[in-house]
T-cell receptor, first 109, second 113 residues
């Protein structure tokens, strides 16, 4: 079974502060991991994925297989980063994307 | 030039009614999904179709019936609507493969009164 855990439902930081959104997963094989973002009342959008090793909007995420984590980080949060962030896992069968419960990030001025 | 479009955007209806939500994608993807986002913003997969065939069918009441006339369309029909069905329903599509992300529609906010 595949499972994604985001331990923080709510996270609040001040503008300019570093931010880390935690994600832990449970999967017996080698999963592909994603971060999706949902701005207020909008559709979910892909933010970044593990395989691309990219930085999008200043966010990065590193897969730590030892800790089974894929935390999302940004060194300097901006107000426009306020949104719901979902960590998601896709197993080797390729057909099911399992989401964590989401973390609502609020960046205060 | 919307990639994944769903209609309607809002749906308000009474308990007991039957309603449908339509979804279309123009990305050439062969897999489509329905997700339910509840009031706590928890996202849960309901169904997945690959090339018009049902491949994921989660524990969803059988009042919910997906229909895929072709691989570009996946509609969701709901019979005998209940208050607990109120949620935002997201359609998504992807190509087959481990590294293929999902592309989501804008969601349909269903309110059952």
């Amino acid at each position: 079974a595949q499972r994604v855990t985001q331990p923080e439902k709510l996270l609040s930081v001040f503008k300019g502060a570093p931010v880390e959104l935690k994600c832990n997963y449970s999967y017996s094989g080698s999963p592909e991991l994603f971060w999706y973002v949902q701005y207020s009342r909008q559709r979910l959008q892909l933010l970044l994925r593990h395989i691309s090793r990219e930085s999008i909007k200043g966010f990065t995420a590193d897969l730590n297989k030892g800790e089974t984590s894929f935390h999302l980080k940004k060194p300097f949060a901006q107000e426009e980063d306020s949104a719901m962030y979902y960590c998601a896992l896709k197993g080797t069968s390729g057909s099911r994307l399992t989401f964590g419960e989401g973390t609502q990030l609020t960046v205060n001025p | 030039d919307t990639a994944v479009s769903q209609t309607p955007k809002y749906l308000v209806t009474q308990m007991g009614n039957d309603k449908s939500i339509k979804c279309e994608q123009n990305l050439g993807h062969d897999t489509m999904y329905w997700y339910k986002q509840d009031s706590k913003k928890f996202l849960k997969i309901m169904f997945s179709y690959n090339n018009k065939e049902l491949i994921i069918n989660e524990t969803v009441p059988n009042r919910f019936s997906p229909k895929s006339p072709d691989k570009a369309h996946l509609n969701l029909h709901i019979n005998s609507l209940e208050l607990g069905d109120s949620a935002v329903y997201f359609c998504a599509s992807s190509s087959t493969g481990l590294y293929s992300p999902l592309h989501f529609g804008n969601g349909t906010r269903l309110t059952v009164t």
